[in-house]
């Protein structure tokens, strides 16, 4: 049964930082990509980071400079550095992962962490 688990979430200050990480087992992701969403209230789940198993990294505009995402496919894992945050990254961030080469496409999906950033 593959599964993606995250951690590292938590309340924490403006301009302060935190650092997730997702464990996934019951399969390898060598060949697709990890990534982050998250989930504010009352909205949609967006995008936020991914990175290919070759370590080429995606970010939405809005984090660029303040998050950082990286991957240790040896360990099954991929990490989400969160510096400068701010209330807006207030959501539920899941970790997902693919199966194959499509970038855009995630096919597992971790159950979720909260961060809550206070003003």
């Known amino acids: 049964q593959v599964q993606l688990v995250e951690s590292g979430g938590g309340l924490v200050q403006a301009g302060g930082s935190l650092r997730l990480s997702c464990a996934a087992s019951?399969?390898?992701?060598?060949?697709?990509?990890m990534g982050w969403f998250r989930q504010a209230p009352g909205k949609e789940r967006e995008f936020v980071a991914s990175i290919r198993w070759s370590g080429t990294t995606y970010y939405t505009d809005s984090v660029k400079g303040r998050l950082t995402i990286s991957r240790d496919n040896a360990k099954n894992t991929v990490y989400l550095q969160m510096n400068s945050l701010k209330p807006e990254d207030t959501a539920v961030y899941y970790c997902a992962a693919g199966t194959t080469n499509l970038d855009t496409k995630f096919d597992y999906w971790g159950q979720g962490t909260q961060v809550t950033v206070s003003s």
């Open positions: 019951g399969r390898t992701f060598n060949n697709g990509p």
